[in-house]
C-alpha cells in the first residue's frame, strides 16, 4: 500500500509494506493517487529502481504477532485517592468508582511475587507506580522498589520502575527517591495555567498550577538526562493546544506529551466537529516544532517522533498493546485487570495477587487480539506505527477491544503525517 499525502506544498509517499518514505512532486502524487498522469520513461524508470529495491509497492509484512505467557509488566495502583479532582479524569477523580484507599505493602509485595513468579525467562521486568495519586502512599512505594529489588537479584533479574505523579508531594524526599530509583517519571501538567487550572483544581476547588509548576521544574533540573515527561491533556476548552505545548517547552521542558481527552463530559469531550481544527493545530505545532529544532532549539514531542528505520520490529509492531496477556494491571486488594484503564470494571477481573491466577478466557482473548484481528486497521496506511490502538479506548466506545476508536484514529493519522515531515525537514537539513 502507498499512502499519498500533502503537507503545505511538500508531497510524501509512503509505503506501508517497506516503511519508507519519499518526497516527491505534485505529478508523482497524484499518478499515484490514481489520477490520469502520463509519466515519462525517466520517471517510470525511477519508481521501477525504488520498486526494485523493496522501497516502494512492497509487500506487506508476513510477521506474526509476538506473544508470550511470560508476564513483563505490572502496573500498581498504589492509591485509588487522589489530591487533585481532575474533571475529566478516566479514573473517577482517584477512586476508581469505589472506595478511596491505599495499597498495602503486603499487597504490594504479592504483586510482585506474582510478577516473579510468572516472568518465565524475562531478565527485565517493569513496575508502574500509578493512581490516583502514587506519591500519596509514597512509603510503600519506597518499600516494595526494594523489595522488588531484592527479591529480583535472587533469580538474576532486575526491574525498571516508573511514576506517575501530578507533582503537589514533589518535596526533596520524594525527588531526591524517584530521581534515584525511577527508569522513567511522567509529571503531569496541562500547559497554559488558565488551562491547567480550568481542570485540575486541587480538593478544595483550587486551581493547581502555581502548587506544581515550581515543584515539577525542581525535579526535571534534578533529573538531569534521565528519562522523563510533562505529560498534559487537551480537550474541547482549549482547541488552541499547541500553545501549551510551546509553553512548556519555553518552560524549560524537552520531553513533552499531549494526549487528546477520552472522555464523555459534554464541555470536555472532542467531537467529530473539532477534528479540521484538531489538524491544523498540529499543522501549527509541527512548523514550530521544525523551525525551532533548525534553531538548535528543538525539544521532543512524543507524537512527532516516529522511527521508520529501525523501533520495534513488526512483529511486535503488529501484536498490539500487552494488556491482559504479557502487562496487568492490580488495584489495592490485589485484583487484577488487563490494565489501568479497565480496572474496577468487573466484567474483566482477570484474578487476584494473593491467589496467583490468571482467567484463562480473559487472557486468551488479550492474547488472541493483534494489528490483524483489527479488521478495520486493514485498509489504513498506519497501521504499523500505531499497532490497532487503545483495547481499553477501543472497548469503552465500541464495546468491543478489536474495534478501532474512530477520534483517536483520526488524530493518529495527521500526527503521524506530521511526523513523517518532521524527519523528511530533518533528513533536508542534513543534506
Known sequence: ????????????????????????????????????????????????????????????????????????????????????????????????????????????????????????????????????????????????????????????????FTTTTNGLLLDDDAIKFLNEEMENVVLSLDGRKEVHDAVRKTVNGKGSFDAVI??????????????????????????????????????????????????????????????????????????????REAEGKGFLFFHFHVDLEGGPCLSK?????????EYFSVVPNGDIYPCHQFAGDKEFKMGNVFEGKLDPALREKFAKSCLFTRKKCGDCFAKFICSGGCSANNYHYSGDIDEPYTMTCAMMKKRIECAMHVLAARKAREK
Do not use: W
Not at 48 to 57: I, Y
Not at 317 to 325: F, I, Y
Open 1 to 160: 500500500m502507498v499512502h499519498v499525502f500533502t503537507y503545505h506544498d511538500n508531497y510524501y509517499l509512503y509505503d506501508t509494506g517497506s516503511g519508507s518514505l519519499h518526497a516527491c512532486d505534485e505529478r508523482t502524487a497524484r499518478y499515484f493517487s490514481g489520477d490520469a498522469i502520463e509519466m515519462t520513461d525517466e520517471e517510470l524508470a525511477e519508481i521501477a529502481d525504488l520498486e526494485g529495491q523493496g522501497l516502494l509497492n512492497a509487500p506487506e509484512t508476513e510477521a506474526r504477532p509476538i506473544k508470550s505467557n511470560e508476564v513483563k509488566a505490572l502496573c500498581l495502583h498504589v492509591s485509588h485517592d487522589c489530591n487533585l479532582r481532575c474533571k475529566y479524569c478516566f479514573a473517577d477523580e482517584g477512586a476508581y468508582h469505589s472506595v478511596r484507599e491505599v495499597m498495602s505493602f503486603e499487597t504490594a509485595k504479592a504483586a510482585i511475587d506474582f510478577l516473579l513468579k510468572n516472568s518465565g525467562n524475562r531478565k527485565v521486568l517493569e513496575v508502574d507506580f500509578f493512581g490516583g495519586e502514587p506519591l500519596m502512599n509514597l512509603d510503600v512505594v519506597k518499600k516494595t522498589v526494594c523489595y522488588a529489588k531484592e527479591e529480583a537479584a535472587k533469580l538474576g533479574k532486575k526491574f525498571l
Open 214 to 291: 515550581e515543584r515539577i521544574k525542581k525535579f526535571v533540573r534534578v533529573r538531569g538526562d534521565k528519562h522523563y515527561y510533562v505529560r498534559g491533556t487537551f480537550t474541547a476548552k482549549n482547541l488552541d493546544f499547541s500553545k501549551d505545548v510551546l509553553f512548556l517547552a519555553d518552560e524549560g521542558f524537552d520531553s513533552i506529551s499531549l494526549e487528546p481527552v477520552v472522555t464523555d463530559i459534554p464541555e470536555l469531550q472532542i467531537k467529530e466537529e473539532h477534528l479540521p481544527v484538531i489538524e491544523k493545530e498540529y499543522e501549527k505545532l509541527c512548523d514550530e516544532y521544525i523551525k
Open 317 to 325: 509492531r503488529v501484536s498490539a498493546c500487552g494488556a491482559g496477556n
